[in-house]
């Protein structure tokens, strides 16, 4: 899939202002606001309050903010990060802290980031991924972050972002991805049901539930990550487990983050969904009943590689694959599209040497 590329590229924390958030690219629907139509999660105080408490939760359950070998690359002078989707930037601010002699760049769809109170050593960029590509060169970060974006793409758009956190990633840098998997182990017949009906409405708006083996395998597919590590952590969903490892606490506070999810993707799921208002919340109590009484675990999937090479991927659209025969030149030279071929050819060839 070709992306239309932006014509400025940006060089990370090099001084140059960036430009400004364009706040009127949110859509309203009712009291609510999102990144657009077709978004099933706001990006509004109430969720945000929602994704904080998610942060603290999952920072208890790694014990860490990341997985990737990159402690020792953080305390390096000048060591470029970027978190893809930064959101609200909890994570970001907070390893600003922690790392301060990193940089660290944010770029969000929308600006849901801090626009001016922020650290030194932090910065953020509105960029629309997949209509425009990262506006970075090739090889340009350290480390390249992204999580809990799944809700916000389809399963096309993986692979678009995907492709772009890792060509912007330098050789000898790291990816990750920090994701959730939309799995229970229900055993429950009536809760199964109820379960694969809202898996099914993810599907209809090309939502992967199982998302975790995907940006394993489009990682994969890029040729330049050899090796690719898998970490998960089984989360319990309610007021059990033992108090030795906070499991108790985690497991209470992750049924509340679960059913406080619901309440927010509770208006587009009865809009575009096939749920009536008045059957939502009982199905959602049922289901959180469920979860907490049968000590069904929740799962976060952490997935890191390092980059070795740079091979990079040959394009096969319409305008970039070399024509294969004498009569698709002679086709190709009556439309005029013939030059234009030519001409892209030339501009990735002057690319390449540049």
């Known amino acids: 899939m070709c992306i239309s590329r932006q014509n400025i590229i940006y060089k990370p924390h090099d001084c140059v202002p960036l430009p400004p958030p364009d706040f009127n690219s949110f859509y309203y629907k009712g009291n609510r606001k999102y990144i657009n139509p077709s978004s099933v999660i706001p990006v509004d105080d109430d969720e945000f309050d929602r994704i904080q408490q998610q942060h603290i939760i999952y920072y208890n359950v790694w014990k860490n903010h990341f997985s990737a070998p990159v402690n020792e690359l953080l305390k390096t002078e000048g060591t470029k990060v970027l978190d893809v989707g930064c959101g609200p930037a909890m994570w970001i601010l907070e390893m600003a802290s922690l790392y301060p002699k990193s940089r660290f760049t944010g770029v969000d769809i929308v600006p849901t980031y801090p626009i001016h109170t922020k650290p030194l050593n932090v910065e953020f960029l509105q960029a629309n991924i997949i209509k425009n590509g990262l506006p970075?060169?090739?090889?340009?970060?350290?480390?390249?972050?992204?999580?809990?974006?799944?809700?916000?793409?389809?399963?096309?758009?993986?692979?678009?972002?995907?492709?772009?956190?890792?060509?912007?990633?330098?050789?000898?840098?790291?990816?990750?991805?920090?994701?959730?998997?939309?799995?229970?182990?229900?055993?429950?017949?009536?809760?199964?049901?109820?379960?694969?009906?809202?898996?099914?409405?993810?599907?209809?708006?090309?939502?992967?539930?199982?998302?975790?083996?995907?940006?394993?395998q489009y990682i994969k597919e890029t040729n330049n990550f050899p090796v690719i590590n898998h970490e998960k952590r089984d989360v319990p969903t309610g007021e059990w487990g033992d108090n030795e490892n906070d499991t108790f606490k985690i497991g209470k506070n992750n049924n509340g983050i679960i059913k406080w999810g619901a309440e927010n993707i509770k208006n587009i799921m009865i809009e575009d969904g096939d749920y009536d208002e008045k059957e939502w919340?009982?199905?959602?109590?049922?289901?959180?009943?469920?979860?907490?009484?049968?000590?069904?675990?929740?799962?976060?999937?952490?997935?890191?590689?390092?980059?070795?090479?740079?091979?990079?991927?040959?394009?096969?659209?319409?305008?970039?694959?070399?024509?294969?025969?004498?009569?698709?030149?002679?086709?190709?030279?009556?439309?005029?599209?013939?030059?234009?071929?030519?001409?892209?050819?030339?501009?990735?060839?002057?690319?390449?040497?540049?």
């Open 136 to 216: 970075y060169e090739d090889n340009t970060f350290d480390y390249v972050f992204c999580r809990l974006v799944n809700f916000s793409y389809t399963i096309k758009d993986w692979k678009v972002v995907i492709n772009e956190i890792c060509r912007v990633c330098k050789i000898g840098g790291y990816v990750e991805f920090m994701e959730k998997d939309v799995k229970f182990d229900i055993k429950n017949e009536y809760t199964k049901k109820v379960f694969s009906r809202f898996i099914k409405n993810l599907q209809k708006r090309n939502i992967e539930p199982i998302i975790s083996l995907k940006i394993e």
């Open 281 to 354: 919340n009982p199905i959602v109590n049922n289901f959180m009943k469920e979860l907490d009484e049968n000590h069904i675990y929740d799962n976060i999937h952490r997935i890191f590689a390092k980059k070795e090479t740079e091979i990079k991927e040959v394009c096969e659209c319409r305008e970039c694959k070399p024509p294969q025969s004498s009569r698709q030149l002679d086709h190709l030279s009556s439309t005029g599209l013939f030059f234009k071929f030519k001409y892209q050819r030339f501009k990735k060839f002057i690319k390449n040497i540049a």
